[in-house]
């Protein structure tokens, strides 16, 4: 089975300062797609951003951004000009080609202090 | 377009006792998945549905089951609680076919507590 590791349980960052959130994961599958979720304190999952496999350009949306590195299995998050707002729980994401069952990680709780 | 909608927000049982949870897809979706969240394990996977049949399963006993009606609607059963059951439900509604429809969209889940 497909395993996804974040190494970092908790990671803070001061209002407008960039921060970065790691993200391994382990497949013998060469399509697949990434994802990394927030889930703030009123717990609805919230999808931040998407990579698929295929793509070598780091995926971009808004402030958020990732870098991919198919090879090392690296699919970090790097959130710029942080806000209050973006304190939560963020989980990485694996799903296979087959789009049956996501794999999550154990998450990364960010603090953002003002 | 309405959201991933989940009924009911909290539930508390005791043990022993059986459960039922409902999930109400985005219009359009057509595969539901379920997951359970704890402290502990993180999110794990229970089981997709796509058009009314069980796709995949994780790992879990028996004692958790679910279905999928015609209109996409999922419900989720849990049979013999034990304390251990106690979690947040989360449901996650999808396009589920089709390359890059699978992006998976997430109810605000089932607060179960099991005394």
């Known amino acids: 089975a497909q395993t996804v590791t974040q190494s970092q349980p908790e990671m803070s960052v001061q209002e407008a300062e960039t921060v970065t959130l790691s993200c391994t994961y382990d497949t013998s599958e060469s399509d697949y797609y990434l994802f990394w979720y927030k889930q703030p304190p009123s717990r609805q999952m919230i999808l931040v951003i998407r990579?698929?496999?295929?793509?070598?350009q780091n995926a971009t949306e808004n402030r958020f951004s990732v870098n991919f590195q198919k090879a090392a299995k690296s699919f970090s998050l790097k959130i710029s000009d942080s806000q209050l707002g973006d304190a939560a729980m963020y989980f990485c994401?694996?799903?296979?080609?087959?789009?049956?069952?996501?794999?999550f990680g154990t998450g990364t709780s960010l603090t953002v202090i003002p | 377009k309405a959201g991933v909608t989940q009924t009911p927000r909290y539930l508390i049982k005791t043990r022993g006792q059986q459960v039922t949870l409902s999930c109400s897809p985005i219009s359009g979706h057509r595969s539901v998945s379920w997951y359970q969240q704890t402290p502990g394990q993180g999110l794990q996977f229970l089981f997709e549905?796509?058009?009314?049949?069980?796709?995949n399963k994780g790992n879990f006993p028996g004692r958790f089951s679910g279905r999928q009606f015609s209109n996409s609607r999922s419900e989720m059963n849990v049979s013999t609680l034990e304390l251990g059951d106690s979690a947040l439900y989360l449901c996650a509604s999808s396009l589920g076919v089709g390359r890059g429809a699978y992006e998976q969209y997430f109810g605000p889940g089932t607060r179960l507590t099991v005394t």
């Open positions: 990579q698929e496999a295929y793509k070598q």
């Open positions: 994401a694996y799903l296979g080609n087959t789009g049956n069952q996501f794999y």
């Open positions: 549905y796509f058009s009314e049949t069980q796709r």
